[in-house]
């Protein structure tokens, strides 16, 4: 298992034994790579933060429950309580690993100073100018993947070994190609064979359902003679598929990766292509960032020595506040009802440092490289459906449906409902959901009137509402919770829209504002009332 628990904090990434994560309450998921999620499964119970694609990928493969699953905008900075009264938060970037679709690296941000956890990434040199690692802060501790983290190791870049593919099936035209791949990852690469050979490339039906999701270009199918580029699972090459595959169709099997493996075929290849950095693109990242410690994220393979040159002095040992050693040694793991209240309210900052270039430039730039693509995919398109007699239609809603986050969505609007009507959650088969932009993913509530039907509207009663998963329900009917006296501010909280918010965690805070909201509506109904 390739995870960690970070020392003196809350914080578990790629983590998911609870029996073993002690003082963790905040759980996060780099990517979905099997050694990435050993021990979560569909019994999951607490919030999980990750990409929306691995949001996607961790419902559909896992059936973790949408109710846990916290989709986060990749290159956006997310703020994060860490205590139930709010008084501690911290504020976690996300950025893309380059490793295999929805994989990122997590930079955290609080008492603890600066944590960059990589997961596994593949390093290029466009990640140091990402805006909170092109500012020149300092990281105190890096997480690193060192895979690869060894100098007798060296491997080609990517575009090198592409071309190294390339090259060898253009040796072997009359070939049908069986390229062996793990469940994901080198979606990209399948692309590039597409388009360099003009063929279309074999899928599963359920790696098919992934590049539509990626927006890659339609050069892919499920129809097993449609073209000569086949990808199936990396345990099928082997001796005995390749002589079952020969008697039929001269094949070859291409096994594109970077692990030691032996070859049981002349017609099985290895390609030293991996989507883990090399050791050379370690020490280059590693010295650029100066970190002032490099844990290594394979425990089993030590890899320190190597970066004492470029680590920087100063890492001390953190003092952790005491709201948040309490959150940390509370009895239940399970989060609270006002956890998860202060979750959803916090807001997110605004990201700095961002490094604009000339607008006109890249937006030609820009039109002209989407132009070249479309049309390059378009005319590959036609050509392979006229190649081809028929191919199953993934634009119907049946397949369009499977796409978690849609381009409109409505906000999720949290403890803002009238009273006399009762709240709902979604059935959690439904969508994620989005902390920062109050978007429903999941777990939004859905209002309905009490009564059997929706027009009739509730009277008479004021009864509280809660949602049917929340704490506070226990019964199908809500028991009122607030004496009258308390009603009238109640209500005003109630109508009160959450972006107005802010947050100071104090109850006369809160008032205040709530009072300022509805301070000239009030002064709006007396000038009408004249």
């Known amino acids: 298992m390739n995870g960690a628990l970070i020392p003196h904090t809350p914080i578990a990434v790629d983590f998911w034994s609870l029996r073993r994560a002690g003082s963790a309450r905040l759980f996060f998921l780099s990517h979905m790579h099997s050694d990435h999620t050993v021990g979560l499964s569909s019994t999951w119970a607490r919030p999980l933060y990750c990409s929306p694609i691995t949001a996607h990928l961790v419902h559909r493969q896992l059936q973790v429950s949408k109710r846990w699953i916290r989709a986060l905008e990749v290159g956006e900075s997310h703020v994060l309580p860490l205590d139930e009264i709010g008084r501690e938060t911290m504020t976690v970037t996300l950025m893309d690993a380059n490793h295999c679709p ?102 599963s039906p359920q790696r098919l359902e992934l590049v539509q999701l990626l927006g890659l270009a339609n050069v892919f199918t499920v129809e097993e003679k449609a073209g000569r580029i086949h990808a199936v699972d990396h345990m099928e090459i082997c001796r005995a598929a390749v002589l079952h595959w020969n008697q039929t169709h001269p094949t070859i099997a291409i096994l594109p990766t970077s692990r030691k493996i032996h070859r049981s075929h002349p017609d099985i290849h290895i390609i030293p292509y991996s989507d883990h950095s090399s050791f050379s693109e370690l020490q280059t990242f590693v010295a650029a960032l100066k970190p002032c410690q490099v844990v290594p994220i394979v425990s089993q393979q030590p890899c320190r020595d190597y970066f004492q040159d470029s680590l920087s002095p100063g890492l001390s040992m953190p003092l952790i506040p005491n709201s948040v050693q309490q959150y940390m040694n509370s009895s239940s793991r399970k989060p609270s ?45 036609g050509e392979l459906e006229k190649q081809k007699p028929s191919f199953l239609d993934l634009s119907s809603k049946e397949w369009v449906g499977a796409v978690p986050i849609s381009e409109s969505q409505k906000m999720v609007t949290v403890l803002t409902a009238p009273l006399n009507f009762s709240m709902h959650l979604r059935s959690t088969d439904e969508e994620f959901l989005s902390l920062e932009t109050g978007e429903d993913m999941g777990v939004g509530p859905h209002l309905v009137p009490k009564g059997d039907h929706a027009g009739s509207a509730a009277s008479g009663n004021q009864s509280t509402w809660v949602g049917q998963d929340s704490p506070l329900s226990h019964s199908s009917k809500a028991a009122p919770l607030l004496a009258p006296k308390f009603r009238g501010l109640a209500l005003k909280y109630l109508l009160t829209p959450v972006n107005f918010f802010q947050a100071q965690f104090s109850c006369r805070g809160f008032d205040q504002q709530v009072e300022r909201y509805h301070k000239p509506l009030l002064k709006y109904r007396e000038l009408n009332a004249e």
Not at 112 to 141: A, C, N, W
Not at 343 to 367: C, H, I, M, N, Y
């Open 337 to 381: 009802f006002l956890w998860l209240l202060l979750e959803r309210r916090l807001k997110r900052p605004r990201t700095q440092g961002v490094v604009f270039d000339s607008f006109q430039e890249t937006a030609d730039q820009s039109q002209a490289d989407r132009d070249s693509k479309k049309a390059r995919n378009e005319n590959l398109s």
């Open 102 to 203: 929805g994989s990122v690296m997590f930079l955290f941000e609080g008492y603890f100073g600066t944590i960059l956890y990589t997961g596994d990434f593949r390093y290029t040199p466009s990640m140091l100018k990402e805006p909170v690692l092109k500012l020149g802060k300092q990281i105190h501790t890096l997480y690193l993947d060192n895979t690869n983290c060894n100098p007798a190791r060296v491997l080609p870049s990517r575009q090198e070994a592409a071309r190294q593919i390339v090259e060898l099936i253009r040796k072997h035209p009359q070939h049908n190609i069986k390229i062996g791949l793990y469940s994901l990852g080198k979606e990209s690469l399948l692309e590039q064979l597409a388009l360099e050979f003009r063929t279309w490339v074999v899928l």
